[in-house]
């Protein structure tokens, strides 16, 4: 956008010069200010992260589940190759622009990227053993974390209503974790192996569910703290998510991973190779979306608030669960996906009167800062 208005100008200046006329060219319209009010309107990266992520979370799901996939590390790396193809297919035909890559700029951000590994692997290997809707309802975790989080890195506050729907999402994640062994109890018995096998499952789920909240806490927090300090652009923090982390996950593959002959036949079986890899292409261009829209939405909003858009679209989410997968239909199932739905409608009025109480405010002077927000600002003015 930026270098279309330098042509623009670029081109106004010499027609003039070329007429003999030296004169300051006049002001002309800015035909960009719409797009830049798209780009910087909230709504629309919200919309757009959610249906990305819809996609990215069905399409997982599938590849993991619905075929049998169990080499995680290998599916990520392939996401992450997909991504940088596709972007740098964009650049080249000058849809897109970002930063050429920089050795200095890809040291400071390789710790978010690390994160970044770390909150996709949990999250492939939570939802491989949990069921989409339980998977989405414990999603809704993360967002107490980051709250916290942006407390102490941020400067950031929780009023009465904000905890009032912590409670919800923590009561909504308790129905659907009993929901999920009453189910398996009632199906398999209590004392048989097949329900102790499933419990055990549930249980490997929940742990993984555990680590990957801490996990996106963190490069939620991570990405919003070097995004304010390398000034990185949506596309910039694309490139260099996907570019740094496919050497990280491509050694995790080849040493972590069973690259036997008989378990690449398990996963690459000759009847549904082709399918598997098409699969596979597909949850790549997805992660391109994801990828995006989840910059976006952070840059244009808060980490919070992204955490927050995640949770209500929990609701689409859990039902794609319902309607494409196995997943069980109970009441306390149902009802857990209802009170998380409404946790997230409490939080995000909570935020609006958080919101207008601090614009009907007008202060006389600077507010109190922890020791810890005066170190971030001091981090940022240098």
């Given at each position: 956008m930026t270098d279309d208005k330098k042509r623009d100008?670029?081109?106004?200046?010499?027609?003039?010069?070329?007429?003999?006329?030296?004169?300051?060219?006049?002001?002309?319209?800015?035909p960009a200010a719409p797009v830049a009010a798209v780009a910087n309107n909230p709504i629309f990266p919200i919309l757009s992260y959610c249906g990305s992520s819809i996609l990215m979370t069905v399409m997982n799901k599938y590849v993991l589940s619905g075929l049998d996939f169990n080499l995680n590390f290998f599916l990520l790396c392939v996401q992450s190759v997909v991504c940088i193809v596709a972007i740098q297919a964009c650049k080249s035909l000058d849809i897109i622009t970002y930063r050429d890559f920089n050795t200095d700029e890809a040291r400071k951000w390789f710790p978010v990227s690390l994160l970044l590994v770390g909150m996709i692997y949990t999250g492939t290997k939570a939802l491989q053993f949990l069921s989409i809707p339980v998977y989405t309802i414990f999603k809704n975790l993360t967002i107490i974390i980051i709250a916290y989080g942006e407390v102490l890195w941020f400067g950031g506050s929780v009023t009465g209503m904000t905890l009032m729907s912590f409670g919800l999402m923590v009561i909504?994640?308790?129905?659907?974790?009993?929901?999920?062994?009453?189910?398996?109890?009632?199906?398999?018995?209590?004392?048989?192996?097949?329900?102790?096998?499933?419990?055990?499952?549930?249980?490997?789920?929940?742990?993984?569910?555990?680590?990957?909240?801490?996990?996106?806490?963190?490069?939620?927090?991570?990405?919003?703290?070097?995004?304010?300090l390398t000034n990185f652009k949506d596309f910039d923090t694309m490139f260099y998510n996907n570019l740094l982390t496919i050497p990280v996950l491509?050694?995790?593959?080849?040493?972590?991973?069973?690259?036997?002959?008989?378990?690449?036949?398990?996963?690459?079986?000759?009847?549904?190779?082709?399918?598997?890899?098409?699969?596979?292409?597909?949850?790549?261009?997805?992660s391109v979306f994801?990828?995006?829209?989840?910059?976006?939405?952070?840059?244009?909003?808060?980490?919070?608030?992204?955490?927050?858009?995640?949770?209500?679209?929990?609701?689409?989410?859990?039902?794609?669960?319902?309607?494409?997968?196995?997943?069980?239909?109970?009441?306390?199932?149902?009802?857990?996906?209802?009170?998380?739905?409404?946790?997230?409608?409490v939080y995000a009025v909570a935020k609006v009167k958080q919101a207008s109480a601090k614009t009907a405010i007008l202060p006389t002077s600077a507010p109190a800062m922890s020791a810890s927000s005066q170190s971030t600002r001091d981090s940022l003015r240098s």
């Open positions: 100008d670029y081109t106004v200046e010499m027609e003039e010069r070329n007429g003999n006329n030296f004169e300051s060219p006049k002001p002309l319209p800015r909504s994640s308790i129905i659907a974790a009993w929901a999920d062994i009453q189910h398996a109890l009632q199906n398999y018995g209590h004392s048989s192996t097949e329900a102790s096998t499933k419990i055990s499952t549930l249980n490997a789920g929940y742990m993984w569910m555990l680590v990957n909240c801490f996990c996106t806490a963190g490069y939620v927090l991570g990405m919003r703290k070097r995004i304010k491509l050694v995790c593959s080849l040493f972590l991973e069973n690259w036997s002959s008989e378990n690449i036949s398990k996963n690459f079986p000759l009847d549904q190779r082709n399918s598997i890899i098409i699969a596979m292409v597909i949850s790549g261009l997805t994801i990828s995006y829209t989840s910059a976006w939405c952070v840059r244009t909003t808060s980490s919070t608030t992204y955490s927050m858009v995640g949770a209500l679209n929990k609701l689409p989410i859990a039902v794609s669960g319902l309607i494409f997968f196995d997943a069980p239909v109970t009441l306390p199932s149902v009802s857990a996906i209802a009170i998380g739905f409404v946790s997230g409608l």
